[in-house]
């Protein structure tokens, strides 16, 4: 298993993971590479919340979407708060928030569907994307697992979700990681340290790390750890370990770019 990038057209490269079945499911994990906006979004910003030219990101959402072969109309996308909440949509949710940020899905940081064809997205700029496929009852979701989320569970918490809408169950499902700041770059504050170690009785053991005096937290282990303990067997979870902060020339990273950055995305759709 591994993640890796496919060039898809003019400087666009889609960020794949190899477990999940191309026959079931369209997905993909964007760079900042082959788009239209101006700095310091430059270029393929995805995020219609962050201070970009509107008409900038509808044109990137236009080419990313058709170089996977999917309508940006169509796409689902939602207010990201760093919570918990998981939202079900379907069809009649189809384009809400691809066009402009005053109708996306409010105060919502998973989404999940077994609606075919309808595209779920999520932006994100270091916090971690986590993308779900059931290839068994068919559905699919992305969770945006930034500290506070993953603090939350929110990578348990879509799983349950999609267990109770759709009859999931943990041993089937198909999980990819995505790019996220990783634990070489992210140094977190005493603060943050004590939430994890109080919501994680493993937190010490497996996710914080001391470096140069520094406390830095894995991301990615805590996810992965939140779905092994969830009932996701470990073959079943594909971790890029694509660090946003080291590899900022190819992905936003609040960190790296101080701030003021784009957004990529994760976006996931059933087959029709």
């Given at each position: ?35 239209v ?10 995020a ?5 030219e509107?008409a ?12 996977l ?17 998981v939202?079900c ?10 066009q402009s ?25 270091d ?19 930034g ?8 990578a ?40 994890f170690?109080a919501?994680?009785?493993?937190a ?6 001391e470096?140069?005096?520094h ?56 087959r029709?």
């Open positions: 298993m591994a993640y890796y990038l496919k060039q898809a057209g003019k400087n666009l490269w889609h960020g794949k993971f190899s477990i999940f079945p191309e026959d079931l499911a369209v997905h993909a994990i964007s760079t900042r590479l082959g788009g906006s101006r700095p310091p979004y430059d270029t393929l910003d995805l219609l919340h962050v201070g970009d509107a900038a990101v509808r044109e990137n959402r236009g080419l990313f979407a058709r170089s072969g999917l309508d940006a109309r169509r796409i689902v996308t939602p207010e990201q708060v760093h919570g918990d909440v939202a949509v379907d069809e009649q949710d189809a384009g809400r928030g691809s940020y005053d109708d996306c899905i409010k105060e919502t940081d998973a989404l999940i569907t077994d609606t075919p064809g309808l595209p779920l997205m999520l932006c994100f700029a916090c971690t994307p986590i993308v779900f496929l059931d290839p068994e009852k068919r559905a699919v979701g992305i969770a945006h697992g500290w506070k989320g993953t603090v939350q569970s929110i348990a918490k879509t799983l349950a979700r999609m267990t109770e809408a759709f009859g999931t169950q943990p041993r089937d499902v198909l999980v990819g990681i995505g790019p996220s700041i990783g634990p070489c770059c992210y140094e977190v504050g005493a603060e943050v340290a004590a939430r170690c919501a994680f009785p493993y010490e053991e497996l996710l914080l790390h470096t140069d005096g406390v830095h937290l894995d991301l990615w282990e805590a996810n992965r750890q939140q779905l092994l303990r969830s009932g996701v067997p470990e073959e079943n979870i594909e971790v890029a370990g694509e660090c946003t902060c080291c590899r900022h020339a190819w992905y936003y990273s609040y960190r790296a770019d101080q701030g003021k950055t784009g957004r990529i995305a994760a976006l996931i759709s059933l029709s």
